[in-house]
């Protein structure tokens, strides 16, 4: 995770950056999160959000109901892809606006979610939610950070 020591130095990094990113998913996730899913979500959140926004960089401004319509979206997308085919979710990651990106995260995800102590905190349900809502962070940013891709 970047330069910091600990979650909660990144955490203040992310909020001197002017988001409230992680309070505003925590509002509207926690159908799909407990509390301590989602606080092993959030170091990926960090992970994620620091990759595409750089320690010391202005937060882009995010419509917290255009997050909350995308998380449910990407939610609904990858349970139907997962639920379909093995290719079909291939579809689901290549359709993505940084493909290469979401492969990378979906790959650190998976393999630190095996690893203690998440292993005891994310069961396979959380895992897909985690890595479905970390999509719809990553889809809002690059909509932001690079508005002509649309």
């Given amino acids: 995770m970047a330069p910091f020591v600990t979650a909660e130095a990144a955490l203040e990094e992310l909020e001197r950056s002017g988001t ?53 979206n990407e939610l609904f997308e990858f ?9 079909r979710v291939e579809e689901y990651l290549a359709a993505a606006s940084q493909p290469g990106l979401l492969r990378a995260v979906y790959g650190m995800v998976l393999e630190e979610a095996k690893q203690e102590p998440l292993r005891h905190c994310l069961d396979a349900p959380a895992v897909a939610n985690s890595l479905s809502l970390l999509k719809a962070v990553m889809e809002e940013l690059d909509h932001h950070l690079r508005p002509s891709r649309g």
């Fill in 79 to 87: 349970a139907e892809a997962m639920a379909t085919s093995p290719n």
């Fill in 20 to 72: 409230t990113i992680v309070v505003d998913l925590a509002g509207f996730t926690e159908d799909h999160l407990d509390k301590e899913q989602f606080s092993c979500f959030t170091v990926f959140l960090l992970k994620l959000w620091f990759a595409m926004v750089p320690p010391g960089v202005r937060a882009p401004f995010i419509d917290v109901e255009e997050l909350a319509d995308r998380c449910d």
